[in-house]
């Protein structure tokens, strides 16, 4: 893997994480919003120009494809790529977290 | 009673939050933003006083991007209003918005903005510069100018530039502060 794309994307911000999250499942911006509001009870709110500019940033390094464009709306999934960098960044948020409970990590 | 007007404003890169302020107060007196014409000239029509809330992107699209840009801000609930050299401008009912609502909603993303900016202006502008320059010591070579009034524009030249990239940092300053 690009050892830049892995410095730039581990560790994430909190919205490339939940929109990658998202992506598992293909979705627009808006919808992603929407999933993350219901997941997070509405304490996580991602709005347009953020949304817009993460998921060109995304595209551009790979992480993520553009399947189709449904009524003017752009339908992204997750790449194979942006799985691994997912996975990574979900070990390493594991590890924070059994840290925090004074576990060793292993 | 008039139902246009055109107003003429002028804001730097940096004055984004009060060209907001200044639209939203103008609405609130009745005059809705219509049209951006070039840098600093607004059209206006009369509406019923509404508080409405303005927000600007600096984003650079081609036209076949441009329309999926829009719809994901309609999504939101964003209705753009005219877009001009890059800036697009947005308005959305304040009686909508969740207090003040804004287009960004993390530091990483603001920062992105600025750096677009850059990108799009600051870069082009110390381009435009250099050409200047290359003319102006030009003419001294051919007698058109004088070796002082050459120095005389290149010390102004630079200081206008010097000014526009303190303007960008301090834009990275205050994004840094209010988070």
């Known amino acids: 893997m690009d050892e830049h794309i892995r410095k730039v994307y581990v560790p994430m911000t909190e919205t490339a994480f939940y929109i990658l999250l998202c992506l598992q499942k293909q979705n627009h911006g808006y919808g ?10 509405g304490q996580i709110h991602i709005a347009p120009g953020t949304m817009y500019g993460t998921l060109a ?11 189709k464009e449904e009524n003017k709306r752009r339908i992204y999934t997750i790449t194979s790529l942006g799985s691994t960098i997912l996975d990574m960044e979900i070990r390493r948020i594991h590890r924070l977290y059994q840290n925090s409970k004074g576990e060793i990590a292993l | ?42 059209h206006f029509y009369a509406i019923e006083p509404t508080d409405i809330i303005y927000r600007l992107d600096y984003h650079p699209l081609s036209t076949k991007q441009k329309n999926a840009y829009i719809q994901m801000y309609a999504d939101y609930g964003w209705t753009m209003i005219t877009s001009l050299f890059g800036y697009h401008y947005f308005q959305k009912p304040a009686a ?8 960004f909603s993390d530091t990483l993303s603001k920062i992105d903005m600025v750096n677009r900016l850059i990108q799009g202006r600051l870069v082009p502008l110390c381009g435009v510069i250099i050409i200047i320059l290359v003319f102006i010591w030009a003419s001294t070579l051919f007698d058109g100018m004088t070796i002082e009034e050459a120095l005389g524009l290149t010390i102004f030249v630079l200081v206008v530039l010097f000014l526009t990239a303190l303007l960008f940092f301090m834009q990275y300053r205050q994004i840094h502060r209010s988070h």
């Open chain 1, 32 to 41: 992603i919003t929407a999933m993350v509001e219901t997941m997070t009870n």
């Open chain 1, 57 to 67: 940033k995304m595209e551009k390094d790979g992480l993520i494809r553009l399947i």
């Open chain 2, 1 to 42: 009673m008039k139902t246009t007007k055109i107003a003429f404003r002028y804001y730097t890169i940096n004055d984004v939050d009060a060209e907001e302020h200044w639209l939203r107060n103008m609405a609130k007196q009745g005059w809705m933003l219509d049209h951006v014409y070039f840098p600093g000239f607004y």
């Open chain 2, 96 to 103: 909508l918005c969740h207090g003040e609502e804004t287009l």
